[in-house]
T-cell receptor, first 112, second 113 residues
Framework: ETGVTQTPRHLVMGMTNKKSLKCEQH?????MYWYKQSAKKPLELMFV???????ENNSVPSRFSPECPNSSHLFLHLHTLQPEDSALYLC???????????FGSGTRLTVV | AQSVAQPEDQVNVAEGNPLTVKCTYS??????LFWYVQYPNRGLQFLLK??????LVKGSYGFEAEFNKSQTSFHLKKPSALVSDSALYFC???????????FGAGTRLTVKP
């Protein structure tokens, strides 16, 4: 375990469903991130939170909605997704520019 | 804005041979450079980083990387590859003054027995 926990590990959802991905860290890090990893594509930064405030939204469609209720938890709310949204969604946390990211194991999402 | 290039999608080496995975970067100011490894269906795991100081950085599992400022490169190396090193490797760069890390597209390393 890395200290960043993502649930669920796998998720299959229909295009009309609403679901949420959860990320939790108790490392004392002040920044949290959502990344999308699709086959044969670079990692795509989706959202950045610093001290619970969203500092970046990388042109992500509104069917993805992040929430950061406190510095330890990060959610990604999903609704009316498309099949092309199927991917591995990775959460990461960091304590500053000099430090690397700590990643969770990801949620493998399949939209049917 | 910063960017990272990993020019090889795939690197194949024989077990016991040295390996190199290439990375070049572009960033304003002093860079912080990182290597990560990803095994199937897992998140990225930190291998090593360059912040300042000695250009040769040693990391986990016998990996090392050399920071070359003039060539803006940060190649990952290992003197003797293991089959268990087979994985996807990502180079990343982060400016010293913000939290925004950019990743390369990844290089798939295959070590054959």
């Amino acid at each position: 375990e890395t200290g960043v926990t993502q649930t669920p590990r796998h998720l299959v959802m229909g295009m009309t469903n609403k679901k949420s991905l959860k990320c939790e860290q108790h490392l004392g890090h002040n920044a949290m991130y959502w990344y999308k990893q699709s086959a044969k594509k670079p990692l795509e930064l989706m959202f950045v939170y610093n001290f619970k405030e969203q500092t970046e939204n990388n042109s992500v469609p509104s069917r993805f909605s992040p929430e950061c209720p406190n510095s330890s938890h990060l959610f990604l709310h999903l609704h009316t997704l498309q099949p092309e949204d199927s991917a591995l969604y990775l959460c990461a946390s960091s304590q500053g520019a000099r430090y690397g990211y700590t990643f969770g194991s990801g949620t493998r999402l399949t939209v049917v | 804005a910063q960017s990272v290039a990993q020019p090889e999608d795939q690197v194949n080496v024989a077990e016991g041979n040295p390996l190199t995975v290439k990375c070049t970067y572009s960033v304003s100011g002093n860079p912080y450079l990182f290597w990560y490894v990803q095994y199937p269906n897992r998140g990225l795991q930190f291998l090593l980083k360059y912040i300042t100081g000695d250009n040769l950085v040693k990391g986990s599992y016998g990996f090392e990387a050399e920071f070359n400022k003039s060539q803006t490169s940060f190649h990952l190396k290992k003197p003797s590859a293991l089959v268990s090193d087979s994985a996807l490797y990502f180079c990343a760069v982060r400016p010293y003054n913000n939290n925004d890390m950019r990743f390369g597209a990844g290089t798939r390393l295959t070590v054959k027995p």
